[in-house]
């Protein structure tokens, strides 16, 4: 069975010499993970963390790898580093929008206070207006707040005997609908 990607001693944008790829893929030179020059060639993200951004260039190869956990083959666009252009810096009107955003994930709809972490995008509330508004005791947000419990441990035991009895109920409806009691097998 022969290498989907073998080796090939090609010409290179990066390199006045031939260099060894992988081939070609959309007309460029494919690279296997670690054989790229770190100091000719970067990915958008090692860009951006040296302060720099492609500025309009196009790729001038790809990288290749085997991402486990989605199981399958990712392609990333190399750029040259000495054709990158510096970061645009930041305009006051732009920060002002970035702040304004992220104080709104954090400020409670209820209450209005801004706290220092995001909220949970489904209520955007905090903790104390999540107790105040009163959830049901089976809501699976009691695992995640911080206070005063809503129910002791007798209220817990018997708001559970409630539920298995409302569930019996629910299944000996079901098979009377069906035909049958609930302690009789189906047939």
Known sequence: MARQHPW???AVA???DREFTRGTWCGKPLLSHGIAPRDKLATRRQLRAQGRRPGGQDPAAFLYFRCRKAAKIVYADLYLIEH???VRPMTPAK???LDKAMTARRTCRE?????WAELPRAHRTCEPCCYSAG???DSYLHD???GEPTLNAIEHAEHDERNQHARRL???ARAGAAGTTALEPAA
Not at 111 to 115: A, F, L, N, R, Y
């Open 8 to 10: 090939v001693l090609a």
């Open 14 to 16: 990066w390199s006045t």
């Open 84 to 86: 990158a252009k510096p």
């Open 95 to 97: 920060e002002a929008a």
């Open 111 to 115: 209450c209005g206070e801004t706290g």
């Open 135 to 137: 959830l049901p005791p």
């Open 144 to 146: 995640y707040l911080i």
């Open 170 to 172: 629910e299944l000996a």
